[in-house]
C-alpha cells in the first residue's frame, strides 16, 4: 500500500502511514475536561405533526421525551456505532428538544423560521479524559433527530433532518472553539448557567445596543 505523504493525508491521526485505519492511542494525553454541544433539527413540510406534538397527541407517544431519551441512550452507545471511537467514561448527557412554531424565535443560528415549524435539538456532553466528546454530543443530536422522524413519520414523509453540527467544544490540546453566531442567539448567560467557559468576553455575545443600553 502507497504510504498517505501527499495532500495533508499523513496528518489525519485515524490512518497509519500505510493507510490502514486505527484507534488512535490516546493513552498518554492529559486528562481534562471535555465538553461538547451539538444541534439538529428536524423541519415538518405540514402542519400536521406540530400540532400533534404540541398536543402531544402523537399516536406513537410523547415526541419529545422519548427523542430525549433516545440522544441519551445514543450517546452512550457511540463507540458501538463508530468503529474508531474510544468507549469513554461520559459523567453527562443533557438532550434538549424543543418545538419550535411557524415563524417562531430562532433558538439556533440554524433555526430559520419555517412554514410549519420544526423541532430543535441540542445535546451536550461531557467528561473527564483523554479525548473529546464530540462523536457522542453528535450522536445523541442525530439519534434524536431520527427519534422524531420515526415518530412523525405516518402524517409527515417529507420531514427534512437538517444543520447537525457541532456548535461549541472546549477542553483538550485545541482548547475552545464555539459557533460565534450561535453563541450570540444563546447569550452568555446559557453559557453561566452550564458552567461552561465563555468564548471571548461577554460582550462579544451582545448586540451593540445592550451593549450600549440602547434601543433600536
Given at each position: 500500500m502507497t504510504p498517505l505523504t501527499d495532500h495533508g493525508l499523513s496528518q489525519l491521526t485515524h490512518l497509519k502511514a500505510t493507510g490502514e485505519a486505527h484507534m488512535v492511542n490516546v493513552g498518554g494525553k492529559a486528562n481534562t475536561k471535555r465538553v461538547a454541544?451539538?444541534?439538529?433539527?428536524?423541519?415538518?413540510?405540514?402542519?400536521k405533526p406540530h400540532r400533534l406534538v404540541d398536543d402531544n397527541s402523537n399516536k406513537?407517544?410523547?415526541?419529545?421525551?422519548?427523542?430525549?431519551?433516545?440522544?441519551?441512550?445514543?450517546?452512550?452507545?457511540?463507540?458501538?456505532?463508530?468503529?474508531?471511537?474510544?468507549?469513554?467514561?461520559?459523567?453527562?448527557?443533557?438532550?434538549?428538544?424543543?418545538?419550535?412554531?411557524?415563524?417562531?424565535?430562532?433558538?439556533?443560528?440554524?433555526?430559520?423560521?419555517?412554514?410549519?415549524?420544526?423541532?430543535?435539538?441540542?445535546?451536550?456532553?461531557?467528561?473527564?479524559?483523554?479525548?473529546?466528546?464530540?462523536?457522542?454530543?453528535?450522536t445523541a443530536a442525530t439519534s434524536a433527530a431520527l427519534t422524531v422522524y420515526d415518530m412523525c413519520k405516518a402524517v409527515d414523509r417529507r420531514m427534512q433532518i437538517n444543520h447537525t453540527t457541532v456548535v461549541y467544544k472546549s477542553g483538550g490540546k485545541s482548547g475552545l472553539h464555539c459557533s460565534r453566531k450561535w453563541g450570540k442567539i444563546v447569550g452568555p448567560q446559557f453559557f453561566i448557567e452550564r458552567g461552561l467557559d465563555l468564548p471571548g468576553s461577554i460582550e462579544d455575545f451582545q448586540e451593540p445596543e445592550a451593549q450600549t443600553g440602547g434601543t433600536a
Open positions: 454541544i451539538a444541534f439538529a433539527s428536524v423541519r415538518f413540510s405540514n402542519a406513537k407517544g410523547d415526541v419529545l421525551g422519548v427523542a430525549r431519551i433516545a440522544g441519551i441512550m445514543a450517546a452512550k452507545r457511540t463507540p458501538d456505532l463508530i468503529p474508531l471511537c474510544h468507549p469513554i467514561a461520559i459523567s453527562k448527557v443533557e438532550v434538549d428538544v424543543k418545538l419550535i412554531p411557524a415563524g417562531g424565535h430562532r433558538s439556533t443560528e440554524y433555526d430559520a423560521a419555517t412554514r410549519f415549524g420544526l423541532v430543535s435539538i441540542l445535546a451536550q456532553v461531557e467528561c473527564t479524559g483523554p479525548t473529546g466528546v464530540e462523536m457522542e454530543a453528535l
